[in-house]
């Protein structure tokens, strides 16, 4: 069913050509037709069934044409679905990256020790505490202007 739908522009135009070449010779119908007549068959049912031969390509174009119309529908709903997904992991990844900013800023607010005036062991970046002892590396507040 995806795999129709995929490709069901080109399977649609060659169904459709080729079903119209069918009733414009009328191919389709002088095939068929010898069956119908040969058999015992008479009567009304005889004058549908050869008519329904004599339309058989004309419904089989109007099928064509349905698959064309329901592919490009499908396709579209496909293509909307994988773009909302993509807008999706783009807004995750937008709220992480806005994460690490925020982090970031906030450690920026602070003037820190270089070493740590516990344990003397050195301050890693991004490290408010001391690794080894836990001690607070801030100094003071940077007065915001
Ligand atoms: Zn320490």
């Given at each position: 069913m995806n795999k129709l739908m995929k490709c069901s522009l080109p399977v649609g135009i060659a169904g459709i050509v080729i079903?119209?070449?069918f009733f414009i010779t009328n191919l389709f119908y002088e095939l068929v037709v010898p069956f119908l007549e040969d058999s015992s068959i008479d009567g009304p049912l005889f004058h549908f069934l050869d008519a329904l031969i004599f339309y058989t390509p004309c419904i089989?174009?109007?099928?064509f044409i349905a698959l064309i119309v329901f592919g490009?529908?499908?396709k579209k709903k496909a293509y909307v679905k994988s773009e909302g997904k993509k807008t999706k992991v783009m807004i995750e990844k937008n709220a992480e990256v806005q994460?690490?900013?925020d982090k970031k800023a906030e450690f920026l607010k602070y003037d820190y020790f270089s070493n740590c005036p516990n344990c003397g062991s050195p301050r890693n970046e991004n490290e408010q505490n001391c690794s080894f002892c836990g001690a607070s590396l801030i100094i003071r507040k940077i007065d915001e202007e």
């Open positions: 079903n119209l070449i089989f174009i109007v099928l490009h529908i499908y994460k690490i900013l």
